[in-house]
């Protein structure tokens, strides 16, 4: 097993950086959040750099960190609920139309669309991220489709 260095780490986050955020902004839908989130999963990877086991699995161990970043974020803010969030103020994609549309997924469609169609990540990924079933990755995918199909058509 080789130990995953400080400036494969750099170029992994450079690399990712659109994604990274977009995946963020999906979880908190607010520009300053996913920002916060974004930094805070780096460095938390920095601080956990040891633990990455396989260089392959590298991009999907960071975008764990970030979800888990997001959903801290989350939490906060519903023990805070203190802000509504809306679309239409913090959309930094608000001439996509799909993406508007994507954003009104339900959040356990919405994340798995996000990692799927815009991450490129396979299910059995997407399933370790998220830490649920490699089936009901498929399933919410699916169920995600319908969705879309019925919103576009």
Same mark, same amino acid.
């Given at each position: 097993?080789?130990?995953?260095?400080?400036?494969?780490?750099?170029? +992994?986050?450079? =690399?990712?950086?659109e994604y990274l955020y977009r995946l963020a902004f999906s979880y908190v839908k607010n520009d300053a959040d996913a920002q916060d989130a974004v930094s805070e999963a780096i460095v938390t990877a920095y601080e956990k750099l040891y633990?990455?086991?396989?260089?392959?699995?590298?991009?999907?161990?960071?975008?764990?960190?970030?979800?888990?970043?997001?959903?801290?974020? +989350?939490?906060?803010?519903?023990?805070?609920?203190?802000?509504?969030?809306?679309?239409?103020?913090?959309? %930094?994609?608000?001439? =996509?139309?799909?993406?508007?549309?994507?954003?009104?997924? %339900?959040? =356990?469609?919405?994340?798995?669309?996000?990692?799927?169609?815009?991450?490129?990540?396979?299910?059995?990924?997407?399933?370790?991220?998220?830490?649920?079933?490699?089936?009901?990755?498929?399933?919410? +995918?699916?169920?995600?489709?319908?969705?879309?199909?019925?919103?576009?058509?």
């Amino acid at each position: 097993m080789t130990k995953f260095s400080k400036q494969e780490l750099e170029k +992994l986050i450079l =690399d990712n950086r659109e994604y990274l955020y977009r995946l963020a902004f999906s979880y908190v839908k607010n520009d300053a959040d996913a920002q916060d989130a974004v930094s805070e999963a780096i460095v938390t990877a920095y601080e956990k750099l040891y633990s990455i086991r396989k260089k392959e699995s590298a991009r999907a161990w960071l975008m764990q960190i970030l979800v888990n970043k997001c959903v801290s974020i +989350l939490r906060q803010k519903k023990k805070e609920s203190e802000i509504q969030f809306s679309i239409e103020n913090c959309s %930094p994609f608000e001439y =996509d139309e799909l993406w508007l549309v994507v954003m009104e997924l %339900p959040k =356990d469609l919405r994340y798995i669309v996000v990692l799927f169609y815009y991450e490129q990540f396979t299910t059995k990924e997407i399933s370790k991220i998220l830490k649920i079933a490699e089936g009901t990755v498929k399933s919410r +995918l699916a169920r995600a489709r319908r969705k879309l199909y019925e919103f576009l058509k």
